[in-house]
């Protein structure tokens, strides 16, 4: 048969669970991909701004 258990394991379990979880999410969110070493030079358009005019 089941015991009772006592409310102070209860509410220890459930903290220690709580920081668990808090720990899972912190770590997940610092997961992302790592940045580039050397920025991305900036986008030119395909064709110069006189032709786009014209």
Not at 7 to 27: D, M, N, P
Not at 36 to 52: C, F, I, N, Y
């Amino acid at each position: 048969m089941l015991e009772r258990t006592r409310t102070t394991e209860r509410y220890a379990r459930g903290f220690a669970a709580a920081v668990a979880a808090v720990a899972a999410l912190v770590l997940a969110a610092n997961a992302g991909p790592a940045r580039a070493s050397h920025p991305e030079p900036d986008h030119q358009p395909t064709a110069p701004a006189e032709a786009a005019v014209r």
